[in-house]
């Protein structure tokens, strides 16, 4: 059981808009920043979002993230096939002392 | 290049030990905060362990204290997870990734190394 809840799969056609939601608590999400990765099977996890909403030099602007309270939000405009991917949000937990991810979400680009 | 490269994985019986280690290339590693995540087959990531710069502030997650040790040689560019009383659930692939800007938000990462715990 992961301490964020993140959707296990999503789904949108090509072209199309998807959101991804990651849900903590004050400890977490609540008072600290949120990332975003990007994940293809059998290859590391990629940056993508950092500090709630910003993104890493290469990432285009069809991925954005946001943050509300204890919940996170990536965001993917202009779907493509290319995007099938699992996407994690991680950030710190301050009770815990800890990393904590949600458990991934796969995205299938219909 | 910039690059981490994880060694040190493979097989070893439930109750062994196995060291890890990261190299890093291409960047200044003695100003960097240097993490391990893992990934069980067909899970979710999960964070290891943390080491400052420096050393000298060092985080574990609750449920690998005790078992595991990350250190980091800043002249060799290298990071270090010595991993004792290995069990079954401990079997995963096991990442480097080096942190940003010390909020734990993880811009380089290796290609992970694979340990398997089974007898």
């Known amino acids: 059981q992961s301490v964020l809840t993140q959707p296990p799969s999503v789904s949108a056609a090509p072209g199309q808009k998807v959101t991804i939601s990651c849900s903590g608590s004050?400890?977490?999400?609540?008072?600290?920043?949120v990332s975003w990765y990007q994940q293809f099977p059998g290859t590391p996890p990629k940056l993508l979002i950092y500090?709630?909403?910003k993104r890493p030099s290469g990432i285009p602007d069809r991925f954005s993230g946001s943050k509300s309270a204890t919940s996170a939000t990536l965001a993917i405009t202009g779907l493509q096939t290319g995007d099938e991917a699992d996407y994690h949000c991680?950030?710190?937990?301050?009770?815990?002392?800890?990393?904590?991810f949600g458990g991934g979400t796969k995205l299938t680009v219909l | 290049e910039v690059q981490l490269v994880e060694s040190g994985g493979g097989l070893v019986k439930p109750g062994g030990s196995l060291r890890l280690s990261c190299a890093a290339s291409?960047?200044?590693?003695?100003?960097?905060?240097m993490n391990w995540v893992r990934q069980a087959p067909g899970k979710g990531l999960e964070w290891v362990s943390s080491?400052?710069?420096?050393?000298?502030?060092?985080n574990y997650a609750d449920s690998l204290k005790g078992r595991f040790t990350v250190s980091r040689d800043n002249a060799k560019n290298s990071l270090y997870l010595q991993m004792n009383s290995l069990r079954a659930e401990d079997t995963a692939v096991y990442y480097c990734?080096?942190?940003?800007?010390?909020?734990?938000?993880?811009?380089?990462w290796g290609q992970g190394t694979l340990v398997t715990v089974s007898s």
């Open positions: 004050s400890s977490n999400i609540g008072n600290n920043y």
């Open positions: 990734a080096r942190d940003q800007s010390n909020y734990l938000e993880f811009d380089l």
């Open positions: 991680g950030t710190w937990d301050s009770s815990l002392s800890a990393v904590v």
């Open positions: 500090d709630n909403n």
């Open positions: 080491i400052s710069s420096s050393s000298s502030s060092i």
């Open positions: 291409g960047f200044t590693f003695s100003v960097y905060s």
